[in-house]
Antibody, heavy 120, light 107 residues
């Protein structure tokens, strides 16, 4: 059974860096074709894809946020970490991590999400 | 970026109704179209991938069709647990993009 869970601060101040950790079980991020993505959802808004890291450490980012995002993985700990710099109140959202596989790259299993508020 | 446009943005329906939701891509995405269902306070749930493939465990009243730029999600007979928001997403090219969502409400 695949599970994922996001963890990190619930409140960050403007200009600070957000670090979120996705801890997963039930799969290995060293298996060919597997990836973990990050998606966020501002209150009452639609979903926004942020980043994706593959089993081979290939990384993809949303071009609009590329300069602020970094995604890394620790296969031994079964964790994926997303950092987002220079946080702004518009980044207030629920952040999800999710499992995916090639070739269709559907996010088939999601974490419960973690709500992050950006406010001074 | 590929823009994903869903219609309608909301609809009212009754239990037992047939419901159809449309999703249009701004350029061809082959069959790289995914449908999710989201209920309040919950993470999205995968319903359909590759435009028409039903995810394991999803009831057969859900179906997807289309290719290229025009896609449809159909619920053949709406059940009480189907009142939710539905999103389409393309995984054809980076950045992955989602539609704005269709809220299915009770009539």
């Amino acid at each position: 059974q695949i599970t994922l869970k996001e963890s990190g601060p619930t409140l960050v101040k403007p200009t600070q860096t957000l670090t979120l950790t996705c801890t997963f079980s039930g799969f290995s991020l060293s298996i060919s074709g597997v990836g973990v993505g990050w998606i966020r959802q501002s209150p009452g808004k639609a979903l926004e894809w942020l980043a994706l890291i593959y089993w081979d450490d290939d990384k993809r980012y949303s071009p609009s946020l590329r300069s602020r995002l970094t995604v890394t993985k620790d296969t031994s700990k079964n964790q994926v970490v997303l950092t987002m710099t220079n946080m702004d109140p518009v980044d207030t959202a629920t952040y999800y991590c999710a499992h995916t596989t090639k070739p269709w790259l559907a996010f088939d299993i999601w974490g419960q999400g973690t709500m992050v508020t950006v406010s001074s | 970026d590929i823009q994903m446009t869903q219609s309608p943005s909301s609809l009212s329906a009754s239990v037992g109704d047939r419901v159809t939701i449309s999703c249009r891509a701004s350029q061809t995405i082959s069959s790289y179209l995914i449908w999710y269902q989201q209920k309040p306070g919950k993470a999205p749930k995968l319903l359909i991938y590759a435009a028409s493939n039903l995810q394991s465990g999803v009831p057969s009243r859900f179906s997807g069709s289309g290719s290229g730029t025009d896609f449809t999600l159909t619920i053949s007979s709406l059940q009480p647990e189907d009142f939710a928001i539905y999103y389409c997403q393309q995984s054809y090219s980076i950045p992955f993009t989602f539609g704005g969502g269709t809220k299915v409400e009770t009539k």
